[in-house]
């Protein structure tokens, strides 16, 4: 059980780091992500961080499949 631990710490600690960076790379980046984000102030992106952060694979997916990007 204690291998089970800390291989899901492990996957949780790695799905956390990307998330961080992503979230930063969001926060300068996000009117190329996403085009009504273009219009946002800096405040309003730096207060979507945590949810960025924790929902990176979801928006990963518009980084990818966004043409200005």
Do not use: C, H, Q
Not at 28 to 49: E, G, N, S
Request: proline share 6%; aromatic share 14%.
């Amino acid at each position: 059980m204690e291998i089970v631990i800390k291989i899901f710490l492990g996957i949780l600690g790695v799905y956390t780091l990307i998330g961080i960076l992503f979230g930063v790379f969001f926060l300068i980046k996000a009117p190329k992500i996403d085009p009504l984000m273009a219009d946002t102030k800096k405040k309003v992106r730096f207060l979507l961080f945590p949810g960025v952060a924790a929902t990176w694979p979801f928006l990963i997916g518009k980084l990818f499949n966004s043409k200005t990007a």
